[in-house]
């Protein structure tokens, strides 16, 4: 099958793929000498109060702030993850070239497979033949990927497996990939599965393709506090029709910020998507036990006035780079600048504080999409809808990351 699509580059980067900084963030895969908690939510010493939900129709509890283990490379922060109560862990086949998968099956191996959930994912487009036709993997190529992640994982099953980062509606309703669901459902690979996404362009169009497979039962959507209504909209008619919803990217960035209420800002956003009755729980990302206690720590706190405002002046201070992922700015670059993808590598530096992994994103980009031309470019026709100065953006990204 041959699709046209959206961005290739986009795409790519989407999955968390990063061939180049692949292996560049992991710590040795040794928990021997960390404390292993107990059942997650039932044993903890913590003071944390965790809250459960139902994702959808599947009949799992799953935690309202669980974890997005992608950049993670420290095992013992998965272990106060679980001391704090986080029962559902996220993770790809590709994300830090399966060393990803490696660390949380170690992991969840000592402390107890069956105690907590896991999601994985495969994307189901595998190259770009031209530039603007993709080609959907084979069936029995995705099988193979899913033993492998299973592998890793050491476990025999998956709680959710996910379609990775779908950008077009059709991918959702393809017929050999749904068969490729169904089998892996039928064969007790994975308990249940679904479909990720977080084009800005798409996504509302990938919720309603979705909608029309009945073998979904989750969707891992990106949703924050900045993303247009009509996504929220979309999400929420999945939901009604019990399909479980899970937010990802809830924290714009994650931009240093000066505190300035009762919550964080960090907080204060992931509260803002809790707050959503369609969202079953969040899947921020995290990479030190400090986060964990942040995060975990917004349970059950209510967004009102004072961290409305505490929002508000957070994205104050990041807008002038934050990039909202709309697409929007395509085209104005007469060089192929890729901008959302440059701005994502500047993010990594500037809000995780992961100087490696955004060198390794722009790196991936190649001479042909990154930001070099930018350097002497006299057109600087470059527009970002919301306001960020692409021009010196991209100038400033060369100079950091090349
Ligand atoms: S750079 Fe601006 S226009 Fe382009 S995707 Fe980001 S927010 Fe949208
Ligand atoms: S300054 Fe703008 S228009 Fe010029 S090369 Fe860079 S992104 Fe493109």
Redesign the pocket.
């Known amino acids: 099958m041959k699709q046209k699509r959206i961005d290739r580059r986009e795409f790519l980067r989407d999955l968390g793929v990063s061939v180049a900084g692949a292996g560049l963030m992991l710590k040795a895969l040794d928990v021997s000498g960390v404390h292993a908690a107990e059942h997650a939510g039932t044993q903890s010493s913590s003071p944390a109060t965790m809250e459960y939900r139902d994702l959808g129709k599947t009949g799992m509890k799953v935690s309202a702030v669980s974890f997005g283990v992608m950049t993670l490379t420290d095992p013992a922060v998965l272990l106060k993850a679980l001391d704090r109560g986080i029962n559902y862990f996220d993770t790809a086949w590709m994300y830090q070239n399966g060393k990803n998968e490696e660390l949380l099956g170690k992991v969840l191996k000592d402390y107890g497979r069956k105690k907590v959930f896991v999601a994985t994912k495969i994307a189901p487009v595998y190259s770009f033949i031209a530039k603007d036709t993709m080609h959907m993997e084979k069936p029995e190529k995705m099988e193979e990927k899913m033993g492998q992640s299973l592998k890793r994982l050491q476990t025999d099953y998956v709680d959710v497996l996910f379609l990775h980062n779908i950008v077009q509606p059709e991918w959702a309703t393809y017929e050999p990939m749904l068969k490729f669901l169904e089998k892996m459902k039928k064969e007790g690979k994975a308990r249940f599965v679904g479909i990720s996404f977080h084009d800005g362009k798409t996504l509302v169009d990938v919720v309603d393709a979705g909608l029309q497979a009945p073998c979904y039962d989750v969707f891992l959507a990106a949703l924050n506090f900045k993303s247009p209504p009509e996504h929220a909209a979309a999400l929420k008619k999945a939901r009604q029709k019990n399909i479980g919803i899970i937010a990802m990217k809830t924290q714009a960035g994650g931009y240093q910020d000066a505190r300035r209420g009762s919550l964080s800002p960090y907080q204060a956003a992931l509260s803002w998507v809790l707050q959503k009755d369609f969202v079953d729980c969040a899947i921020p990302g995290m990479v030190n036990i400090d986060q964990v206690v942040e995060n975990t720590g917004a349970v059950g706190k209510k967004l009102g006035w004072s961290e409305r405002k505490v929002l508000d002046a957070y994205y104050s201070s990041i807008k002038d780079r934050y990039?909202?992922?709309?697409?929007?700015?395509r085209g104005t670059c007469p060089y192929e600048t890729a901008?959302?993808i440059v701005?994502r590598a500047l993010m990594y530096h500037e809000g995780y504080g992961n100087t490696e992994l955004a060198r390794a994103t722009y790196r991936d980009l190649g001479c042909e999409e990154n930001a070099r031309s930018c350097a002497t470019c006299r057109d600087r026709t470059c527009r970002?809808?919301?306001g960020?100065n692409?021009a010196e953006r991209m100038r400033y990204a060369h100079r950091l990351l090349a």
């Open positions: 990039c909202l992922r709309c697409g929007e700015c901008m959302p701005n970002c809808v919301n960020i692409l």
